[in-house]
């Protein structure tokens, strides 16, 4: 036993004279941004694959990715616009709501799907050596993949409910950009936290339909900004929630009768701020555990 320690030295050095390193241990963040971006072909593709896949049994195919946020908006319509009437002082009510709609989707869809993306994939975690920023990201990419085709869809029904196309809407490719990073920060967090605790993809659904019932879907939070009953703090939250943030840059770059209505001479800066503080600050937290992955 008292020869253990001195073996273990003789163990270490052996190792540091043929250039062995620990499997698995966390690289240096500018080493680990390096091999991310040398994997991009394999994201790309991972992502690219994993679309392709999805609804592949299903007769319609594809057309679910349109199809699906369009059957959310028609029951919104029906329950909010119609029975709730919540379109009550909303110009343009049908563009606004499957704008909010389309966007929700891929900010609701990019944080479920970061939940799952490493727990969901153990045996390729445990099997292979790669950076583990993948799986997240490839899931964002992946529904950005998406939402790019139903944005086509989008402009094809803008324009049927009378949206003219002006400059303005040259502002929804910086709003996407934006928003992208925003999810993608989002999702490397819940993925840092779905790897431990699996539980918590089960608490997602009710967090993501609070948020999305209070950033604006389905009504106009510049109308409830009006109201003087609400306490300061809940106008506040409302006002610099990034979900409402994106979706109010959205529906002003698409639809001519919007305004912006949390600060209009900030809203930039806000959207920019949570791309930011989110995009780098999750990609660092989720970097930070990188030897954690599979393990336990």
Known sequence: MAGAPAAELDIDALAAAHGLTLSGARPS????IRQLWDRRHFVMSYATARMASTYSTAKLGQVWHLVTPLLNAAVYYFIFGIIMNASRGVSDYLPFLITGVFVWDFIGSSINAGTRAVHSNLGLVRALHF?????????VIQLFQQLLVTMGALVVLLLCFGQVPGP???????????????????????ARLGSKNPDVSQ???FILRTWMYSSGVMWSISDMLKNDHLPHWVMTVLQ?????????????????STKISALPHHVWLIALGWSLVVGIGGFIYFWKAEEEYGRG
């Not at 963040?29 to 680990?32: H, V």
């Not at 109010?248 to 698409?254: I, N, V």
Request: proline share 11%; charged share 10%; with cysteine.
């Open 240 to 256: 610099f929630n990034p979900a409402a943030v994106y979706i109010d840059l959205m529906r002003y770059a698409l639809i001519d």
């Open 203 to 205: 608490l997602m659904p």
């Open 29 to 32: 963040l500018p080493t680990y």
């Open 131 to 139: 950076p583990r920023a993948s799986l997240p990201l490839s899931s």
């Open 168 to 190: 303005r809407w040259l502002l929804a490719f910086p709003t996407l950009f934006l928003m992208a990073v925003f999810c993608a920060g989002c999702a490397m967090v819940m």
